[in-house]
T-cell receptor, first 108, second 123 residues
Framework: EDQVTQSPEALRLQEGESSSLNCSYTVSGLRGLFWYRQDPGKGPEFLFTLYSAGEEKEKERLKATLTKKESFLHITAPKPEDSATYLCAVDSWGKLQFGAGTQVVVTP | GAVVSQHPSRVICKSGTSVKIECRSLDFQATTMFWYRQFPKQSLMLMATSNEGSKATYEQGVEKDKFLINHASLTLSTLTVTSAHPEDSSFYIC???????????????????FGPGTRLTVL
């Protein structure tokens, strides 16, 4: 059975304090791993898609990496506006299966 | 680009009534749209997959007679919650997948773009 597990559940950071979020997965035939950002009361906002082990993508202070078993979302020198829930999802036969998310709070 | 809208953003209804939620892809054509439900502090759970011009495919445990889905065009899908009850109160989110070889906006046909969600409260 396909599974997506995110850790930690919650992360509290000081502004400028870099950290990483983990997404481990087991899926039969990965067609893509996705990272989304979700603010309270809003729909997920697309961040990255990764397709193969070794792939990396960057956007501003965020960098996503992928191995055969897990993906990391690195947040470098975060700012308070980076506070959100970060969701990881895998494409399983054309459908997205989401992890439970990591709630990130960045304090000034 | 790749904008998906939902209407209404928030709805409150009485138990037993039906509620229709619209999902539109504004700047691209979507052959496939998805409907999700999200309860507080939980992640998104897929309810059904909607393909333009054909019947929706529902996930296990989702009542197709209660959650009616219509995907009449390449830019519009609707979800109707029939005879809503308090336990149907949730955050409903749609997403749309760009057609293969579609707009320049998306880099991959696998990407799903999400609407802003509809908060349903059933009294």
């Amino acid at each position: 059975e396909d599974q997506v597990t995110q850790s930690p559940e919650a992360l509290r950071l000081q502004e400028g304090e870099s950290s990483s979020l983990n997404c481990s997965y087991t899926v039969s035939g990965l067609r893509g791993l996705f990272w989304y950002r979700q603010d309270p009361g809003k729909g997920p906002e697309f961040l990255f898609t990764l397709y193969s082990a070794g792939e990396e993508k960057e956007k501003e202070r965020l960098k996503a990496t992928l191995t055969k078993k897990e993906s990391f979302l690195h947040i470098t020198a975060p700012k308070p506006e980076d506070s959100a829930t970060y969701l990881c999802a895998v494409d399983s036969w054309g459908k997205l299966q989401f992890g439970a998310g990591t709630q990130v709070v960045v304090t000034p | 680009g790749a904008v998906v809208s939902q209407h209404p953003s928030r709805v409150i209804c009485k138990s037993g009534t039906s509620v229709k939620i619209e999902c539109r892809s504004l700047d691209f054509q979507a052959t496939t749209m998805f409907w999700y439900r999200q309860f507080p502090k939980q992640s998104l759970m897929l309810m059904a997959t909607s393909n333009e011009g054909s019947k929706a495919t529902y996930e296990q445990g989702v009542e197709k007679d209660k959650f009616l889905i219509n995907h009449a065009s390449l830019t519009l899908s609707t979800l109707t919650v029939t005879s809503a009850h308090p336990e149907d109160s949730s955050f409903y989110i749609c997403s749309a997948k760009d057609r293969t070889g579609g707009t320049k906006i998306v880099s991959s046909y696998n990407e799903q773009f999400f609407g802003p969600g509809t908060r349903l409260t059933v009294l």
